[in-house]
């Protein structure tokens, strides 16, 4: 039985489902997994079985103590094979369709404190003085302008000469939906901008080089990988191991901790509902304290 159900399964996954080998493999082993305790259970036959005998199996993988993650991942894949395996005659109801998938632990990034971001930028000034190199000053421009707007690496990627607005200071970026927000920025980021322009990008620049903002080493827009080996080098200066995805979330924070409101933030970001800034954004307990200070009659 097992052998011809997974066989059928794997061919649903590749051919309907068009799932890549490592998807198709992780269902797979997820379904090997449950067959075999399926024996151990003594359940020879699909009419026999139960969904306790599916939460059992779960249950043992939690005993284990497996990440949250992982188990989320293994009910989401029992789900699927039961809703095939209903649908294909394997089972004569779906059982899984019950099963509740947990809400993942929200966990927030590593930040930098403020001083940590000025020492981060300060060095990555100095590199650029003494080895004034067009990549030492385009990774300068990069970090300052992540730090100094919070936007997404790829939006970063994505920015062309044209979305630099240098009479406002501001930036004219491209979210998540094709969605478009104007992002302020601060003098040091554009100075940054205006250096990189003026002494570095020309070096970089080549037939495929188009409008795009920030360059490879070839002349093509820069990718997001290029970035991140970028923002984690420059951690260094500070002992820190965080990419782009941190330094927005500095950022943010920094707003914040500096006075700003959660919408002003929302705007900023490009998140489309507030709750998402909420989750994303945490405040000091310095700043609550002063709030609190601040409002409270009995503080």
């Known amino acids: 039985m097992s052998a011809a159900l997974i066989t059928q399964y794997e061919e649903h996954l590749a051919l309907v489902r068009n799932l890549s080998d490592n998807s198709i493999r992780g269902y797979v082993t997820d379904l090997e997994s449950f067959l075999r305790h399926m024996e151990k259970l003594g359940i020879v036959e699909f009419n026999q079985l139960e969904i306790e005998h599916i939460r059992s199996w779960l249950a043992n993988l939690q005993s284990t103590g497996v990440a949250r993650s992982t188990l989320t991942r293994r009910i989401v894949s029992i789900r699927a094979f039961t809703n095939w395996a209903a649908a294909n005659g394997w089972l004569t109801s779906d059982l899984g369709a019950t099963l509740a998938i947990p809400k993942p632990h929200k966990v927030l990034p590593e930040v930098l404190n403020i001083e940590e971001a000025a020492t981060v930028m300060k060095a990555l000034e ?6 004034p190199t067009a990549i030492n000053r385009r990774d300068l421009a990069i970090v300052e302008v992540l730090y100094g707007s919070g936007i997404r690496v790829s939006e970063l990627c994505g920015l ?8 406002r200071n501001t930036l004219n970026v491209i979210g998540k ?5 104007v992002v302020p920025l601060g003098l040091p980021a554009m100075r940054t901008i205006e250096s990189y322009l003026s002494n570095a ?9 188009a409008e795009a903002l920030f360059l490879g080493s070839r ?5 997001q990988r290029t970035v991140r080996e970028v923002v984690y080098e420059a951690m260094k200066a500070v002992g820190a191991s965080m ?3 941190g330094l927005r979330h500095s950022a943010a924070t920094h707003l914040l901790e500096g006075g700003a409101d959660l919408r002003t933030v929302q705007e900023i970001l490009g998140h489309a509902s507030l709750s998402t800034t909420q989750i994303y954004t945490h405040v000091s307990p310095e700043r609550l304290q002063s709030a609190y200070k601040q409002a409270h009659p009995r503080a």
Not at 201 to 209: A, K, L, M, T
Not at 219 to 223: A, F, M, N, Q, S
């Open 201 to 209: 990008r020309g070096e970089f620049v080549n037939q495929q080089s």
């Open 126 to 131: 100095l590199k650029a003085i003494e080895e």
């Open 177 to 181: 939906g094709n969605k478009q927000r």
């Open 160 to 167: 062309n000469l044209s979305d630099v607005d240098r009479s």
């Open 219 to 223: 002349g093509k827009r820069i990718d």
């Open 243 to 245: 990419g782009p995805h």
